[in-house]
C-alpha cells in the first residue's frame, strides 16, 4: 500500500473534519479542469510504473491519491457527482452501442431493405425442394414451436426500470447523436435499482418485455405466409406458423418463496389471458367476417375483467371470506370467459374463409398462429418448485425413512412409489380444498389444476422441479399429478444444475424410465423435458467446466432416448442461464450466446437419431428483457433465434456465418477438432472444476465475498432479504453456499476478478499449452466457450482484488499509520487496525490471493494476448476504495457509548468495516438522537429522574451524514460498474 502522504492538511485539533462536511464541499480550484482527465492519466501513469515498481499497487495509489484531494478539499462533493454523472454515461452509451451489436440491430439495418425476417422467410420456403409435397413439407417444418423465450426474473432488476427503458429506447436508433440526449437523461438519473422492487414491478416488466417479443414474432409469421403465399397461392391461408413462442416463469416461480399466494399466481395467469385477447381486439380487422369471433372474443375478455375485480392484490393475506368471493367470481365466469382455445381458433379459421381480400385473411392469420403458439395468454406458464418440497408433499402417503437422494435409500423410494402409481386415482380439486393445503408442492399442484379447469387448458404447462438429484423425484411429481387429475396436462421437467445433479442427470432419468408410468406418461405427452441450468454449475465448477458438463450430459440424453425407443418423441431443452458470463450467458453476440447453449454436434446428434428438438432460453431480469425492450431490439432478437432455430433447415449454399470462426473461416462441426481429442477436453474440464471447487471450500474465498461483499449491493429483485445474524447485522458467510448464486456471481463482479469464469482455466491450459492454442484456434466450440474467458479478462484484474484484500489486512493499516505525520490520522488508522485484527480475516485472504494469482500467471503464459480491464473501470473502483476508506476513518471517530442490547462500540466498528452502513446509522439514530427527549419539561407528578438532555446535531452534521452520502455513492459506482461489465449478478 502506498504509504501516506507527509503533506496532508492538518484536521482540526479533535480528530473530526475542521467543518461540517469538510471535504465534501465545492472544489477551490479553478473551474473547467476535468477531473476524469486527470484521475484517468493518474490511472494509466500508475499501472505503468507498477511495471517498475512490483511493491507498487497502481489501484491503492490511485485511492491514496484521491484520499489526499479529499483530504485538502481539491475534491468536494461536487466534484465527484460531477465525476460520476460524466463516468455513468460513458458507461451507459458504451452499453447503449453494445445492445444494439449485440442483438445485430447494426446488422440488420445495413442489410437487406426489407429486414431480416422477410428475408429469412423467402430463404425458409426457397430451401424447400419443389415437387409433390413440398407444401406439407414447409407446413411441418413452421407449424412446430422450435424455440421459446422464457422471460424469468430472479433479484436481477439491477438497474431502474427508467433507466433500462432509456437504454432501450437509445440502442433503438441507429444515430449516435439521436442517442446522445435519451443516455444524457439516462445518466441523470441513479443507476441503483428502484428502491422497492415488487412482484408486481417485476411481472409487468416481463409483460412489457413479452409484448415487444409477441410482436416481433408476429412480424415473422407475418413474413412467412407471405413467402408462402408467393409460392403456394392456393394454399397458403392452410398454414398456422408457430415456430417461435413467448414463455415465463414471473408470479409462478415458488421454489424458495414462500410469498406468492396461490391468488398471486391466479391473478397473473388472468392478467396474461386478458392481455391476449386485448391483441385479438385490437388486430382484429373489423369487418363482418369477423364479427363472430370478435363477439366472443369481446365478451370473454369482460368475464376476465370481472373475475379480476375479485382478486386479492399482491402482499395482502386476505380473509377466507375473500378467497371465497373470488373463487366464485371464477367459477361463475368460467363459461364466459373460455378456457380453451378451441372455439376462437375456430372462430379465426371461419374469419380467414370469409374474409374479402388477402391483406384481411394475412391479418388473421397471423392471429391465429398466436393463438395457436399461446393458447388463451400472452406467454406460456412455467411453474417451478424445489425438490425437496415434492418429497415433503408426497412423504405423508409414503411410509419410508431417510432422504430419496440417499443411494442406501433408492431402491426402496423407487419401488414404494411405483407401488403408489399403480393404486392412484385423480381426487376433486376445489377452491376451499386450495385454500386450506399447507404443503407447498401439493397447494402448487392445486393451482395449476384450477388454472388448467378455470383459466386456460389449451396447452400443457411446464412444471420444472430444482435440485432433482433422484428419479424418484420425477414419479413423485408423476403421482402427485395423478392425484390431482392433471397429469396428461403437466410438463414434468428436472433441472440439472449442481455438480451432482450434471453428473447423476443420467442415472435420474435412467431410473425414471425403467418405470413403466414415467415412460407412458412421456409417451402420451409426446416430449421429454429438461432443464438445464448454469448458475450454481457456474460458481461451483467453474462456468467453463460446466458447459462441458452439461453438453456431455445431452450428449447421453440422447443416447439414452435411442436406448429406450423414444425418439419419436420431441426432446425439449430448456437452458437456465442469467446475462453474465459468470451465470452462463455468452457475451460476445445473440448468435454466439445461442450457439453456445445449444452446441452443434448435440443438434447434429439429435438430427440424425430423428429426435425433434425444441429449445428454450431464459431472457432474466433488467438485462434480459433489455433485448425486448423496444420494438426494434425484439425485431432483431427474434430474427437472431430464428436464425438459429433454422440453419439447419436451410441449404448448404444458404448457410448462415453463425457458427463461423472470428475470421470468417466456415467450421463444420462434425470435423471440430474439441470432439476429435476428447482425452483433452476431459481433461482440461476435468483440471478446471478441480480448481474451482478447491476455490470454493477456501475459507479466504468465504472471507472475500461474505465480508463487505454483500453491502456493495443493492436488493435488486422482491425475493425476501438475506439472513440476519444473532447480534445484529448480516450473517457471517462462511461458505458460498450460504448466498444464492446471483449475488455470489454480483460480488465477485464488484470486486474486480470474476473467478468463477477464470479460475483453473491456467492450469488447465498449462498442462497442454500447444494443444490448447490449437483449440483456440482451430475449434469453434472450443474459442466460442473461451471468448467467456476473455470477457473475464477484459473486466477483471488482479490488482484491484489485491486492493480490497488488503483494504482487510491490519498489516497495511498499520505501516500507513507508521509512515503518517498527522496525529489524527494515524488514530483512525491504528483503530481501524485493531478493529480488523479482531475480524482476523487477513491470513485466509492473503492465501487466496496466493492461489488466484499462481492461476493467474498461468493463464496470462497461456493466453497473453488478453485484454486487460479498462483505465476507466479501475478508476470506479480506486474512487469507491476511497469512499470506503473515508466512511472507516469517520466511523473511527463515533463517540462511546453504553452497550445497547448487547452492542458495543467495537462490535459497530466491526459492522462498519463490513459496510452494514445502513443498519449502523439507524442505530446511531437511536443511539445518539438528533431531536431532544420528548419527555423533558413534562411533570410527572414525582421529582425528575435522571434524563439524556442532550442532542447530538454535531455528530449528525460531522460523522452519520457524511457516512450516509458517502456510501450512497458507494453503492452509486456498484450501479455504474454494473454496466461496465455488462450484467448484473
Known amino acids: 500500500m502506498p504509504l501516506e502522504d507527509p503533506r496532508s492538511a492538518p484536521a482540526s485539533a479533535s480528530g473530526l473534519p475542521s467543518r461540517p462536511g469538510a471535504g465534501t464541499g465545492p472544489s477551490p480550484q479553478p473551474a473547467g479542469r476535468d477531473l476524469e482527465t486527470e484521475l484517468l492519466d493518474l490511472v494509466a501513469r500508475t499501472r505503468e510504473q507498477a511495471s517498475e515498481d512490483p511493491f507498487r499497487n497502481p489501484v491503492l495509489a490511485v485511492t491514496l491519491a484521491i484520499t489526499r484531494r479529499l483530504d485538502r478539499d481539491e475534491i468536494g462533493e461536487a466534484d465527484l457527482d460531477a465525476l460520476l454523472a460524466t463516468l455513468r454515461r460513458r458507461a451507459l452509451t458504451e452499453r447503449a452501442e453494445r445492445l444494439r451489436a449485440y442483438v445485430g440491430l447494426d446488422s440488420d439495418e445495413a442489410g437487406e431493405a426489407e429486414g431480416p425476417a422477410v428475408e429469412l422467410a423467402g430463404r425458409l420456403v426457397a430451401a424447400v425442394p419443389r415437387g409433390s409435397g413440398d407444401f406439407e413439407t414447409f407446413r411441418e417444418r413452421v407449424g412446430r414451436t422450435a424455440f421459446a423465450a422464457v422471460f424469468t426474473a430472479h433479484p436481477t432488476f439491477g438497474m431502474p426500470r427508467a433507466v433500462a427503458a432509456l437504454i432501450a429506447k437509445a440502442a433503438s436508433l441507429a444515430d449516435a447523436d439521436k442517442r446522445a440526449p435519451i443516455l444524457g437523461e439516462a445518466a441523470a438519473r441513479s443507476t441503483r435499482p428502484d428502491p422497492k422492487i415488487s412482484l408486481d414491478d417485476e411481472f409487468e416488466q416481463a409483460c412489457i418485455a413479452a409484448n415487444h417479443g409477441r410482436a416481433a414474432i408476429d412480424a415473422f409469421n407475418g413474413a412467412i405466409l407471405d413467402a408462402a403465399r408467393a409460392r403456394w397461392p392456393d394454399r397458403w391461408t392452410e398454414l398456422v406458423p408457430k415456430p417461435l413462442a413467448i414463455a415465463s416463469w414471473v408470479g409462478c416461480d415458488t421454489d424458495g418463496r414462500t410469498d406468492i399466494g396461490w391468488w398471486d399466481t391466479m391473478r397473473y395467469r388472468l392478467i396474461s389471458k386478458r392481455m391476449q385477447f386485448d391483441r385479438l381486439l385490437r388486430d382484429l380487422p373489423d369487418i363482418p367476417a369477423t364479427r363472430v369471433v370478435r363477439e366472443l372474443t369481446a365478451g370473454a375478455r369482460d368475464a376476465v375483467e370481472r373475475q379480476l375485480a375479485g382478486a386479492p392484490l399482491l402482499g395482502t393475506k386476505p380473509s377466507l371470506e375473500a378467497v371465497h368471493r373470488f373463487a366464485l367470481a371464477l367459477i361463475i365466469e368460467r363459461e364466459r370467459a373460455q378456457t380453451d382455445a378451441g372455439p376462437i381458433l375456430a372462430g379465426l379459421a371461419a374469419a380467414i374463409g370469409a374474409a374479402g381480400t388477402d391483406e384481411e385473411r394475412r391479418t388473421i392469420a397471423v392471429l391465429r398462429s398466436g393463438v395457436a403458439a399461446h393458447g388463451l395468454s400472452n406467454a406460456l406458464p412455467h411453474f417451478r418448485l424445489n425438490a425437496s418440497q415434492i418429497h415433503n408433499a408426497v412423504r405423508r402417503v409414503i411410509d419410508l425413512e431417510g432422504e430419496p437422494a440417499d443411494a442406501a435409500q433408492r431402491r426402496s423410494h423407487l419401488s414404494a412409489i411405483n407401488t403408489l402409481l399403480n393404486d392412484v386415482r385423480p381426487v376433486p380439486v376445489d377452491f376451499g380444498a386450495l385454500a386450506a393445503e399447507r404443503a407447498s408442492a401439493a397447494r402448487l399442484m392445486m393451482t395449476i389444476t384450477q388454472i388448467l379447469k378455470h383459466v386456460d387448458g389449451t396447452h400443457p404447462v411446464r412444471f420444472l422441479i430444482a435440485e ?25 421437467t428436472p433441472l440439472f444444475e449442481t455438480a451432482s445433479a450434471l453428473e447423476q442427470g443420467i442415472r435420474v432419468l435412467d431410473d425414471a424410465l425403467r418405470n413403466p408410468h414415467w415412460r407412458a406418461h412421456l409417451k402420451r ?62 457475451p460476445t453476440s445473440l448468435r454466439d450466446r445461442l450457439a453456445y447453449l445449444a452446441p452443434e454436434d448435440s443438434r447434429r446428434r439429435n438430427a440424425a437419431a430423428g429426435i425433434r428438438e425444441r429449445l428454450e432460453s431464459s431472457f432474466q431480469g433488467s438485462d434480459g428483457y433489455l433485448m425486448f425492450g423496444s420494438p426494434e431490439l425484439a425485431g432483431a432478437s427474434v430474427a437472431r433465434i430464428a436464425e438459429h432455430v433454422f440453419a439447419d433447415a436451410l441449404t448448404e449454399d444458404d448457410a448462415f456465418a453463425d457458427y463461423a470462426l472470428n475470421d470468417g473461416k466456415a467450421a463444420v462441426s462434425a470435423n471440430d477438432p474439441i470432439y476429435e481429442e476428447p482425452d483433452f477436453a476431459a481433461e482440461f474440464f476435468r483440471v478446471v472444476r478441480q480448481d474451482m471447487e478447491a476455490l470454493v471450500d477456501d475459507r479466504g474465498y468465504a472471507a472475500l465475498l461474505g465480508t463487505f461483499g454483500p453491502s456493495l449491493i443493492d436488493r435488486t429483485g422482491s425475493r425476501p432479504v438475506a439472513r440476519q445474524s444473532d447480534g445484529g447485522g448480516p450473517a457471517a458467510i462462511t461458505h458460498p453456499r450460504q448466498m444464492r448464486a446471483i449475488p455470489n456471481n454480483a460480488i465477485l463482479q464488484q470486486l474486480g476478478y470474476l473467478a468463477n469464469s477464470l479460475h483453473g482455466v491456467g492450469r488447465a491450459a498449462h498442462r497442454a499449452p500447444e494443444l490448447f492454442r490449437q483449440m483456440r484456434q482451430d475449434s469453434v ?19 484491484v482484488m489485491r486492493a480490497y484484500i488488503d483494504t482487510l489486512d491490519p498489516a497495511v493499516w498499520l505501516e500507513r499509520a507508521r509512515r503518517t505525520r498527522r496525529d489524527a490520522r494515524r488514530d483512525e488508522l491504528v483503530t481501524i487496525a485493531a478493529a480488523l485484527e479482531r475480524l482476523n480475516l487477513a491470513p485466509d485472504l492473503r492465501r487466496l490471493f496466493g492461489r488466484l494469482t499462481r492461476d493467474g500467471l498461468s493463464l496470462q503464459t497461456a493466453a497473453p494476448d488478453l485484454a486487460a480491464m479498462s483505465t476507466r473501470l479501475a478508476l470506479l473502483h480506486a474512487i469507491r476504495l476511497a469512499l470506503i476508506h473515508r466512511i472507516w476513518f469517520l466511523a473511527a471517530h463515533i463517540p462511546g457509548f453504553r452497550p445497547q442490547a448487547g452492542l458495543t462500540r467495537e462490535m459497530l466498528l466491526e459492522r462498519f468495516l463490513r459496510l452494514d452502513i445502513d443498519g449502523c446509522l439507524k442505530l446511531l439514530d437511536e443511539i445518539f438522537p438528533v431531536t431532544p427527549d420528548p419527555t423533558l419539561g413534562l411533570n410527572f407528578g414525582e421529582p425528575p429522574g435522571p434524563r439524556d438532555v442532550g442532542t447530538y446535531e454535531i455528530e449528525h452534521s460531522t460523522l452519520f451524514g457524511p457516512i450516509r452520502r458517502m456510501f450512497e455513492r458507494v453503492r452509486e459506482i456498484s450501479g455504474i460498474i454494473q454496466h461496465e461489465v455488462g450484467a448484473f449478478g
Open 468 to 492: 432433482t438429484e433422484t428419479g424418484y423425484t420425477l414419479l413423485a411429481a408423476l403421482w402427485l399429478a395423478r392425484h390431482y387429475g392433471i397429469s396428461d396436462k403437466l410438463e414434468i
Open 525 to 586: 405427452l409426446g416430449r421429454l423435458s429438461v432443464q438445464f441450468g448454469y448458475s450454481d454449475s457456474g460458481r461451483y465448477v467453474g462456468q467453463l467446466a460446466a458447459t462441458f458438463w452439461i453438453e456431455r450430459l445431452r450428449l447421453r440424453i440422447t443416447e439414452l432416448m435411442v436406448q429406450n425407443g423414444l425418439t419419436d418423441i420431441e426432446l425439449v431443452i430448456f437452458d437456465t442461464h442469467g446475462e453474465s458470463i459468470g451465470r452462463g450467458a455468452h
Open 781 to 799: 466450440r472450443f474459442s466460442r466457450a473461451f471468448r467467456l474467458v476473455q470477457h473475464a479478462a477484459s473486466v477483471g484484474d488482479l490488482d
